[in-house]
């Protein structure tokens, strides 16, 4: 079966902590993503990379980084944390287009609550 | 990517199908309709996708207007599990999956 992991499903922080978000997928697929999804505002496409190294900013990358080391890891980071950054995250993974089925994958979700 | 339309509840009961219905009318000639479902508390997982044939799979059908303006899923025997919200995409099959965009979607409750 084919995986997308995100390391935690809930997590709690502080204002102004620095957090990392970890996505690992099994599948050796060349793109990653990183959404938030909030009430009201479906998902939103925060960052996405589409080999090691590289990255590429989405619709709402103010607040964020990511870095990706590695094919099957992709991290958000949150460089200094705010409610307002509070929010359900998800990641993702695809093959690239074109190459059979490109549906994409996605993780379970980390809920991320800033206090 | 062409914008959808979905009404946003439905409820079905336990056991019958579940049509969901959703219009796309400023699709392109090169866009596939693609079909996901997001379970509370989960990721969004993929369904069926078509391009202009109707389509089958174990999880559900999806029948595909000849003008291909709307599209309907089709859940042929709707359990409790079937609870989610249902996103109906439109993307061009050379367009990244990931870059897709989903919209409120239909929450589909299914009643015993």
């Known amino acids: 079966d084919v995986k997308v992991t995100q390391s935690s499903r809930y997590l709690v922080k502080r204002t102004g902590e620095k957090v990392f978000l970890e996505c690992v997928q099994d599948?050796?697929?060349?793109?990653m993503f990183w959404y938030r999804q909030d009430p009201g505002l479906g998902l939103r496409l925060i960052y996405f990379?589409?080999?090691?190294?590289?990255?590429e900013k989405g619709d709402i990358p103010e607040g964020y980084s990511v870095s990706r080391e590695k094919k099957e890891r992709f991290s958000l980071i949150l460089e200094s944390a705010s409610t307002n950054q509070t929010s359900m995250y998800l990641c993702?993974?695809?093959?690239?287009?074109?190459?059979?089925?490109?549906?994409?994958?996605f993780g379970q979700g980390t809920r991320l609550t800033v206090v | 990517d062409a914008k959808t339309t979905q009404p946003p509840s439905m409820d079905c009961a336990e056991g019958r199908a579940a049509n969901l219905p959703c219009n796309h009318s400023?699709?392109?000639?090169?866009?596939?309709v693609y079909w996901y479902r997001q379970i509370h508390s989960q990721g969004p997982q993929y369904i069926i996708h078509?391009?202009?044939n109707n389509e089958t799979n174990e999880m559900a059908s999806l029948i595909i207007t000849e003008d291909r303006k709307s599209s309907t899923l089709i859940l042929p025997h709707a359990t409790l599990r079937d609870t989610a919200v249902y996103y109906c995409?439109?993307?061009?099959?050379?367009?990244?999956?990931?870059?897709?965009?989903f919209g409120d979607g239909t929450t589909l409750t299914v009643k015993p």
């Open positions: 990379s589409y080999d090691v190294k590289m990255k």
């Open positions: 995409i439109v993307r061009d099959y050379n367009t990244n999956a990931g870059k897709s965009t």
């Open positions: 400023t699709i392109s000639g090169n866009e596939y």
């Open positions: 599948m050796d697929h060349e793109n």
């Open positions: 078509g391009l202009k």
């Open positions: 993702a993974s695809s093959p690239v287009p074109g190459q059979g089925n490109t549906e994409a994958f």
